[in-house]
Nanobody, 125 residues
Framework: QVQLVESGGGSVQAGGSLRLSCAAS????????MAWFRQAPGKEREGVAA????????YYADSVKGRFTISQDNAKNTLYLQMNSLKPEDTAMYYC??????????????????WGQGTQVTVSS
């Protein structure tokens, strides 16, 4: 099993920045992709960004390209999401996820087996 614990959420004004962290533990070698998803009230969960753990290839939703950056520190088993130029529509619960993917698009949520409990991000206008 893999355990994921997110941190770093909070409230910020539009245009501000936040950095989310996700600490992974357990059998992390079972996974080759890590990702951030988010879910706003009344909306479906959507993929935000993903990264290939062993090569660093990054993938982003169109809505966050140029504003968010996903990164990892494999030595610390920690995933990050740097969020800049935040907008009110970025308000959501953000979840860290991990999976072992084989030729799957990396932002499809039902491909991810391991999930964190989420951290709330609120952006006010």
């Amino acid at each position: 099993q893999v355990q994921l614990v997110e941190s770093g959420g909070g409230s910020v004004q539009a245009g501000g920045s936040l950095r989310l962290s996700c600490a992974a533990s357990g059998y992390t070698y079972l996974t080759n992709y890590m990702a951030w998803f988010r879910q706003a009230p009344g909306k479906e969960r959507e993929g935000v960004a993903a990264i290939y753990r062993y090569g660093g290839n990054e993938y982003y939703a169109d809505s966050v390209k140029g504003r968010f950056t996903i990164s990892q520190d494999n030595a610390k088993n920690t995933l990050y999401l740097q969020m800049n130029s935040l907008k009110p529509e970025d308000t959501a619960m953000y979840y860290c996820a991990a999976a072992r993917l084989i030729a799957d698009p990396p932002l499809i949520q039902n491909k991810y087996k391991y999930w964190g409990q989420g951290t709330q991000v609120t952006v006010s206008s």
